[in-house]
């Protein structure tokens, strides 16, 4: 418990494992926020603008990997609720947090610091976390989740809810950008910056708007024609952030691949089909090093 940011928020100085060698750390240099990361309108997609929506998210996955929608259904009300009860989360007595903290991986909703491996590491994140379930039954994985504060559970329950649709919905937009089969997703249990032609850019926050990351799976399933995104979030001396991640993945034993439909005499797979339980293990062995996390799935030319 000791070792949580949250704890610690009154300390005069930093320790030394939290300082990151220079050649590593994002420093002091202004990132400049990038104007031309596409934000995209999804007011239309049950209308005639559905094809002009699905080839501009396919354009943005392949050029950044990163973009932004609006209109997207979420109400603003919700939105703010929901930050607003995850903030209230880390602000909680320490006995209340006592009950959520926990340094097991494999329990499934726990409160943590800095990443998996702060054991081991040798330098931590000044961040914690708190990370849960909420896919595929969101009714079970209520269950697990802090009981504190007492409306967390109907709120981030709902927020849950509409965020699946919308990752649902921007899925199957993907699916007809690539010329997929419909629902060919259909089986699977659905301070930013961007590292982008060997430079880091800021994406600047648009009101209301969901930020969505194309994961290294689309990367692979869509053979390298969507870009799989380097992101990072970044702290400072003045302001708190705090972030709210929803990871849309596999089931732990579903096949990952190249599209067969993708496929052709020209295009030829550029990775071997795995399980993602091992796409997921090497991931974390590899502490999501963006360097080597797919080179055992590539296949040799």
């Known amino acids: 418990m000791e070792i949580l940011v949250s704890s610690r928020c009154n300390l005069q100085?930093?320790?030394?494992?939290?300082?990151?060698?220079?050649?590593?750390?994002?420093?002091?240099?202004?990132?400049?926020?990038?104007?031309?990361?596409?934000?995209?309108?999804?007011?239309?997609?049950?209308?005639?603008?559905?094809?002009?929506?699905?080839?501009?998210i396919l354009k943005a996955s392949q050029e950044f990997g990163f973009f932004q929608v609006i209109n997207h259904g979420v109400s603003k009300e919700l939105m703010n609720d929901t930050m607003s009860v995850f903030n209230e989360v880390f602000e909680m007595p320490a006995e209340d947090l006592a009950g959520i903290y926990s340094e097991d991986p494999d329990r499934s909703c726990r409160l943590f610091t800095s990443s998996n491996s702060y054991a081991s590491e040798d330098v931590h994140n000044w961040r914690d976390f708190l990370r849960h379930p909420c896919h595929p039954d969101l009714d079970a994985c209520i269950q697990q989740w802090p009981e504190k504060p007492t409306r967390y559970r109907q709120v981030v329950g709902n927020y849950s809810t509409e965020v699946m649709k919308l990752a649902s919905g921007i899925l199957e937009l993907i699916t007809e950008g690539l010329g997929l089969e419909s629902r060919y997703f259909g089986g699977d249990v659905c301070g930013l910056q961007v590292f982008k032609d060997g430079e880091w850019i800021g994406v600047g926050p648009v009101p209301n708007a969901f930020v969505i990351n194309i994961g290294y799976q689309l990367q692979i399933i869509s053979n390298n024609k969507l870009k799989g995104a380097e992101h990072r979030a970044v702290t400072n001396s003045k302001?708190?952030?705090?972030?709210?991640?929803?990871?849309?993945?596999?089931?732990?034993?579903?096949?990952?691949?190249?599209?067969?439909?993708?496929?052709?005499?020209?295009?030829?797979?550029?990775y071997r089909a795995f399980e993602f339980t091992e796409f997921f293990s090497n991931y974390m062995n590899e502490k999501g090093n963006v360097e080597v996390v797919l080179e055992p799935f590539k296949l040799q030319a």
Not at 243 to 257: G, K, L, N, Q, Y
């Open 13 to 56: 100085s930093l320790s030394e494992k939290y300082i990151f060698p220079e050649e590593i750390r994002p420093g002091k240099v202004a990132i400049a926020l990038c104007e031309s990361i596409p934000v995209i309108d999804l007011g239309d997609i049950a209308g005639q603008n559905r094809a002009n929506i699905a080839q501009e």
């Open 239 to 270: 302001d708190a952030r705090t972030s709210a991640a929803f990871f849309v993945s596999p089931s732990r034993d579903s096949i990952v691949e190249p599209a067969r439909e993708l496929i052709k005499e020209d295009n030829r797979p550029l």
